[in-house]
């Protein structure tokens, strides 16, 4: 699945798609344009949200 597919929403600034994995973060203070960022900017920026989201899939597998 590519990420031209993904659609994030949502309020928190970052978004990881559920179907391909690809991470976005929410372009502010506009709010309304998301951009695609690596997985490893999401965990230095969003540490809390990758760790929490990274324990849930660990879960589901």
Known sequence: ?????CKPSGSD???RCPVCGQ?????????????PIS???AFL???PKW???????KARI
Not at 1 to 5: I, L
């Open 1 to 5: 699945m590519s990420s031209q597919y």
């Open 13 to 15: 600034p970052v978004w």
């Open 23 to 35: 991470w976005w973060q929410l372009d502010l203070p506009d709010g309304d344009f998301w951009e």
């Open 39 to 41: 997985t490893l900017k």
């Open 45 to 47: 920026q969003f540490h």
């Open 51 to 57: 760790k929490a989201e990274r324990k849930h899939r």
